[in-house]
């Protein structure tokens, strides 16, 4: 626990200084977590990071992270989905040049790896873009959850939530995590009316 709280508090020290950077060093910090996402999911698949389509899927994750469209103007369309359309197309071709070993399936789960982590990565930089309160709001909710769960289901918890998936999480333990988020997202928003704007404060606490 000790390593965990230390570990966490110098990634926390890091990612809140580019945080506060914002721009293309936050942008381009984030698109490298892109990027390691990635790798973990290629890792849960066995499959070689540092291959033909590991290295495309990670740079198909990266140009959905950053706002290409602000570097690449002279694209007549959004330049993030050109490049990955571009990318996308380079990992299908190794169906058509190298057949015997590389299939359909094989091309699709990189580029399904690279939508799935590139998009939600992208919501964090346009946050960033909006404003670094925002950014703030969605990093507080979840550590109050972690933190939340954590403390109930070590106190209280005696239901196993998914076994198969998480052997340790409990239902007590999840409930006490959302119920965390819900508080810490009340006093958030009460401080700062910025963060749940255009959106009203009810559909806000909602969604």
């Known amino acids: 626990m000790r390593e965990r709280v230390i570990y966490g508090g110098i990634a926390g020290a890091i990612f809140l200084a580019f945080l506060w950077l914002g721009h293309l060093p936050f942008q381009l910090f984030v698109g490298v977590l892109a990027m390691i996402g990635i790798s ?6 066995d499959l070689e990071i540092f291959s033909f389509e590991g290295v495309l899927a990670m740079l198909a994750a990266f140009v959905l ?4 469209g602000t570097y690449l103007t002279f694209l ?9 359309g571009l990318i996308s ?9 190298n057949s015997d070993t590389y299939s359909f399936d094989d091309a699709v789960f990189p580029i399904a790896s690279a939508v799935y982590i590139g998009f939600g990565f992208q919501n964090l930089v346009n946050a960033r873009l909006d404003s670094i309160n925002k950014v703030l709001f969605a990093i507080f909710i979840v550590w109050a959850t972690d933190i939340g769960a954590y403390m109930i289901g070590r106190q209280f918890g005696q ?5 198969k998936v998480s052997p ?13 988020a819900l508080v810490v997202s009340l006093i958030f928003m009460l401080v700062d009316k ?3 704007s255009p959106k009203s404060f009810l559909v806000t606490m909602i969604s």
């Open 40 to 45: 973990e999911l290629f890792k849960m698949k």
């Open 159 to 163: 239901n196993k939530l998914m076994p």
């Open 168 to 180: 340790n999480k409990t239902i007590e333990g999840s409930l006490g995590g959302i119920l965390s």
């Open 194 to 196: 910025t963060v749940y």
């Open 89 to 97: 197309f380079m990992l299908l071709a190794g169906t058509v040049f």
């Open 76 to 84: 007549p369309l959004d330049a993030s989905w050109t490049c990955f």
């Open 65 to 68: 992270t950053v706002p290409m």
